[in-house]
């Protein structure tokens, strides 16, 4: 997908070969200085997105008590964590809960799809004047300074809404932040990243032939250009992006297939197994954020026929995030990365009365995430929901306490003073308390 902005001519964008197909989305990567400083440790984050709004009633919070038409079809199964139960369609993540916790106490401003993504991948809230950062871009934009082989934010699947837009991306910080986004399946048998695979009639020599050339022309078009806030560091962000298009580090990460056998089918060979082993590899070679599109085929926004998508999109869920969590352990990474799983909302406890089969509807006033790794306490279970996993119960988290928890993990200031759009100041986050039982 390319994306052009006035800062950069079409020539360069064209006449350097490949870099025409990653657009400025690399080159602004390097464009603006970062204004934190650096935290203790680096911590990385795999932001598994279950778009659409998953059960928590069916899946994290089960309530077998329940009537019928609360309950539903599915039973619960013990973990290795003491009083935590799980869907019966979840056996890897109940093998490994002592790697994640849950928080059953969610709730948040909005049941609207869009406005309830913006907000969970945000900690802000979206308004007609106000476009809130993700977290990749926030980590980004606080912590980014060096030069990269690698995209510091990557997306694996597209996440829009048709409604509200692209949520987690730059936002008010300018698309200069937005993620490298791979639109292509990693389960297809033909998936590649070609914008780091220089074309055929194009070789790494050439690139370099047509740097040495741009170069020479952009000492004549400098003088033309000076007036251009681009103009003054132009030369540092066309090296470093070339630099990225033809470094072996970013075109080996995202080369899955160098992955073993055992290792792909231990993920689960499908859009979101995948996903997330491509996601592995992206950080492992230096990539600091990544969003893993969640689903294999209906999405979470289950209105009719809840039973059945659950059956169709939990078991590569669980499977893949199970994977995730035990290979991040024993590769020594998961203390220093974060991995999330949420969507903007849960599911009504009372199941509909749709034709096609019954079905659950927007909850925002009660539902569930999970978050592991990244220096967050494993094994826990934060809050609690009343018989009907209606209501909260006990130890509500809003959505900027998720958030201020992310920020806490990932090292990022909370009270970083940005520039809106229209120079208006904001905090990075103005609201929200970290989980001190997660910590």
């Known amino acids: 997908m390319l994306r052009f902005n006035t800062g950069f001519s079409r020539r360069e964008l064209l006449q350097v070969g490949s870099l025409s197909a990653l657009g400025v989305n690399l080159l602004d990567t390097v464009q ?18 279950l778009l659409g709004g998953p059960s928590h009633i069916d899946m994290y919070d089960m309530k077998p008590l329940a009537p019928p038409e609360i309950r539903g079809e599915l039973n619960p199964i013990a973990t290795r964590v003491p009083g935590l139960e799980l869907s019966e369609l979840m056996p890897h993540m109940a093998d490994c809960a002592e790697k994640f916790s849950v928080i059953r106490s969610m709730h948040s401003y909005s049941p609207t799809h869009g406005q309830g993504d913006f907000h969970l991948m945000s900690g802000n809230r979206l308004t007609n004047s106000l476009n809130p950062p993700g977290f990749g871009a926030m980590l980004t934009w606080q912590q980014e300074r060096r030069a990269r082989q690698t995209p510091p934010f990557v997306q694996v699947g597209k996440l829009a809404s048709p409604r509200y837009g692209d949520p987690g991306f730059g936002g008010f910080l300018g698309r200069t932040y937005d993620p490298f986004v791979v639109e292509r ?30 170069a020479a022309l952009d000492q004549f078009q400098s003088h033309k250009e000076r007036q251009l806030q681009f103009a003054r560091t132009h030369e540092v962000f066309r090296e470093q992006a070339l630099s990225m298009i033809t470094s072996r580090r970013a075109k080996d990460a995202f080369d899955i297939s160098q992955e073993s056998e055992k290792v792909r089918d231990n993920y689960g060979r499908n859009r979101v197994g995948q996903g997330l082993l491509l996601a592995r590899r992206l950080v492992e070679a230096g990539v600091r954020f990544v969003t ?30 199970a ?12 203390d220093n990365t974060l991995v999330i799983t949420a969507g903007e909302f849960g599911r009504t406890p009372r199941l509909n009365n749709d034709p096609r089969a019954p079905g659950r509807d927007h909850w925002n006033r009660c539902f569930s995430l999970t978050l592991g790794g990244g220096g967050i306490k494993k094994g826990i279970v934060l809050g609690a929901s009343d018989k009907h996993a209606a209501e909260i119960a006990d130890r509500p988290v809003s959505v900027p306490d998720f958030a201020a928890t992310v920020y806490h993990a990932l090292g990022l200031n909370p009270k970083a003073e940005l520039r809106t759009l229209d120079d208006r100041p904001t905090l990075a986050l103005p609201k929200g308390e970290v989980i001190p039982e997660l910590i």
């Not at 085929?297 to 590569?316: I, K």
């Open 292 to 321: 893993v599109k969640g689903y294999v085929r209906y999405g979470w926004d289950h209105h009719p026929e809840v039973f059945p998508r659950l059956r169709t999109e939990v078991p590569p869920y669980q499977q893949g995030y």
């Open 32 to 49: 603006q200085p970062a204004v934190a400083a650096q935290p203790r440790r680096e911590v990385n984050c795999i932001l598994l997105w």
């Open 323 to 334: 994977a995730l969590l035990n290979d991040l352990d024993q590769r020594g990474m998961l």
């Open 185 to 214: 399946d990693p389960n297809s048998g033909s998936f590649a990243v070609d914008e780091f695979s220089p074309p055929e009639s194009v070789g790494v020599d050439r690139l370099s032939d047509r740097q040495s050339l741009l």
